[in-house]
């Protein structure tokens, strides 16, 4: 199973912010949208970081609520790991496991495509076994 397989699935769509936006605007619309993190990109399209819930009570625990004021930029993780189409779910649960990070954009000759979570991840797994176990039954029914 490859990461485009779960992106045809459950769609390219990417939610991203600017750097200059405030925190509070990526609070609002982490929340509005239901997702766990954001992408940060500049006007080019290209990742500058990425804001997960875990970065925002990180840095609200150290510096208080006065930080919901301050851009994106100053919180983001800057470091953004990312994968191709082509990788293998293996291969990136491997990449999230050590990297310790739940969310891993996507990216095709420098262009971002999707952005998979390890929620994405697990709920694939669970699919693929559930299909194992059905042709499992309807085999051991024929034999």
Do not use: W
Not at 59 to 71: F, K, T
């Amino acid at each position: 199973m490859t990461v485009r397989s779960i992106l045809d699935s459950k769609g390219h769509q990417v939610e991203s912010i600017q750097p200059g936006a405030t925190l509070s605007d990526a609070v609002r619309l982490l929340g509005e949208k239901k997702i766990g993190a954001v992408l940060v990109l500049n006007m080019a399209g290209h990742i500058e970081g990425i804001l997960s819930e875990r970065d925002i009570v990180r840095v609200l625990s150290e510096r208080g609520a006065g930080v919901l004021d301050e851009p994106v930029s100053a919180v983001m993780t800057r470091k953004v790991v990312s994968c191709r189409p082509a990788d293998t779910v293996a291969a990136i649960m491997e990449m999230m496991t050590i990297g310790k990070f739940r969310h891993l954009p996507v990216v095709e000759e420098g262009r971002v495509v999707g952005l998979i979570s390890i929620g994405d991840i697990v709920k694939r797994r669970v699919q693929e076994y559930e299909r194992e176990q059905e042709a499992l039954r309807d085999y051991i029914k024929t034999a």
